[in-house]
């Protein structure tokens, strides 16, 4: 679900790499619910890969936004350079409000404007990285609840006082020869 979310609002911002990692997202973790329910290791090691290809990511994301290092949020990294376009929710976050003016004065950007936004709430890289995190939380709850319980009764196996109960002969007279009568 988380997944399908932070597609929406890539897809809003044409972000073209992280549409690219949560398009992938969604068909491994479609593969490693198959392979789970389906006891097909391959899938489920393409997706234990995939996991930590996911986590790499998910960091990659928080440093990219937060800039740790050389990266910048203002560079255009995260749509493979094709355009400048940014997160969503640098325009659109909780309480920003958008003015746009136009471009005077040069010839064939009559079309084009300025665009200023001010009043955010949040700035939007702090949602954004809530929405990694998010992601992040959504890969370890689903580990969780994936996990497979080993609680199952051998018909009293593995309680101390089973319900059903047998009684053993001691083990000198399973060794005891018997004989027939010819």
């Given at each position: 679900i988380a997944a399908l979310e932070r597609q929406v609002f890539d897809f809003l911002g044409y972000q073209w790499a992280?549409?690219?990692?949560?398009?992938?997202?969604?068909?491994?973790?479609?593969?490693?619910?198959?392979?789970?329910?389906?006891?097909?290791?391959?899938?489920?090691?393409?997706?234990?890969?995939?996991?930590?290809?996911?986590?790499?990511w998910n960091v990659f994301l928080i440093c990219f936004y937060m800039e740790v290092g050389d990266l910048s949020k203002e560079s255009d990294l995260l749509t493979f350079h094709v355009s400048q376009h940014q997160s969503w929710w640098s325009e659109h976050g909780p309480g920003c409000v958008r003015k746009e003016s136009p471009v005077t004065g040069m010839p064939g950007l009559e079309s084009h404007s300025y665009v200023s936004v001010v009043g955010c709430a949040i700035e939007?890289?702090?949602?954004?990285?809530?929405?990694?995190?998010?992601?992040?939380?959504?890969?370890?709850?689903?580990?969780?609840?994936?996990?497979?319980?080993?609680?199952?009764?051998?018909?009293?196996?593995?309680?101390?006082?089973?319900?059903?109960?047998?009684?053993e002969k001691s083990s000198h007279l399973l060794f005891k020869q018997t004989y027939l009568p010819s």
């Open positions: 992280p549409i690219l990692a949560n398009f992938l997202q969604i068909v491994v973790i479609i593969l490693g619910l198959f392979g789970t329910l389906q006891y097909r290791p391959r899938y489920v090691v393409a997706y234990a890969i995939w996991a930590a290809v996911w986590v790499t939007y890289q702090y949602i954004e990285v809530l929405h990694t995190l998010l992601g992040l939380c959504m890969l370890y709850v689903t580990s969780v609840f994936q996990e497979e319980e080993d609680s199952f009764d051998f018909i009293g196996g593995f309680d101390p006082f089973p319900l059903y109960h047998v009684n």
